[in-house]
């Protein structure tokens, strides 16, 4: 599969004005193509939370041009924009973001909820079945743990069947054995249902199990890692680091 799931040309996002404007994005081009897996790093303030936001259509570049499954972001109205989102993007938090009075299968059903569906039962399962939490389907978040929460969230991002999975640090907030699983869970879906997915984060563990490794510095690209291992990521991230100081 060589198509573009995501494209971005040229995206520009400045914040404030005069002397106080941030340029978070500076003119940032890249491609990411359909069933691949890309972690996007960089030291803290470069940029990869904008470049997520505005990738996923959560913001609006000041300048350049956003595709999502061949649609342009740039010039769509809210509604469109909204109705794009909730059909062919799933997004993954640190924070899990679940409604802590809703089951585990109330929760996974929600956005079909939100889009004026009805979730079928066999659906919500296979979901919850998928991320391997068909034993907790009654059970409330505070019933499950971190790593179980956060695979609720995972099935409810992929209820939809979206086309692209957003994750901004997944993982942030589990510990390593439970970071793990999720991101195994990620990979496999990549591999075996060809979701592309876009994953910001600080760990290099967690990147290398990605396809691609992107490196931000002040808004710009700086440098990317093919199928690389956590001590490679390590390695080129403390020089940019190091450079950011
Ligand atoms: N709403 C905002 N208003 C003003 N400046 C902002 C806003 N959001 C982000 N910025 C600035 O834009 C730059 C990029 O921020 P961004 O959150 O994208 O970086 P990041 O790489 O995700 O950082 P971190 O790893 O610390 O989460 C930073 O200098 C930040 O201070």
Redesign the pocket.
């Known amino acids: 599969m060589n198509n573009a799931a995501v494209e971005l040309r040229d995206v520009t ?1 400045r ?2 004005t005069g002397p106080d404007a ?4 500076d003119k940032v081009s890249l491609t990411f193509r359909q069933g691949t897996f890309t972690a996007v790093m ?12 505005c990738a996923a259509g959560l913001d609006r570049p000041d300048a350049g041009s956003v595709r999502v499954t061949g649609h342009e972001l740039t010039a769509m109205s809210e509604r469109r924009l909204t109705l794009l989102r909730r059909e062919q993007i799933g997004f993954v938090f640190q924070a899990f973001n679940l409604l802590p009075s809703l089951t585990a299968e109330q929760n996974v059903g929600l956005p079909l909820r939100l889009a004026g569906r009805r979730p079928s039962r066999a659906r919500v399962r296979q979901a919850l079945a998928q991320v391997g939490l068909t034993d907790r389907a009654r059970h409330r978040p505070a019933q499950l743990s971190g790593g179980q929460q956060q695979r609720v969230a995972l099935a409810r991002a992929l209820i939809t069947r979206p086309d692209v999975l957003f994750g ?2 997944p993982t942030g907030a589990l510990d390593s054995q439970s970071s793990r699983e999720v991101l195994g869970l990620l990979r496999d879906m990549v591999r075996e249902e060809g979701r592309t997915t876009i994953m ?1 984060t ?1 760990d290099p563990v967690a990147a290398s199990y990605a396809d691609r490794v992107l490196f ?1 510095a002040d ?1 710009r690209l700086n440098g990317e890692l093919p199928q690389a291992s956590a001590k490679d990521i390590a390695a080129h991230m403390a020089t940019l680091e190091a450079a950011s100081c």
């Open positions: 996002r914040y404030g941030v340029t978070a994005l960089g030291p803290s303030g470069s940029g990869k939370s904008t470049l997520l936001q901004d640090e910001v600080h931000l808004g």
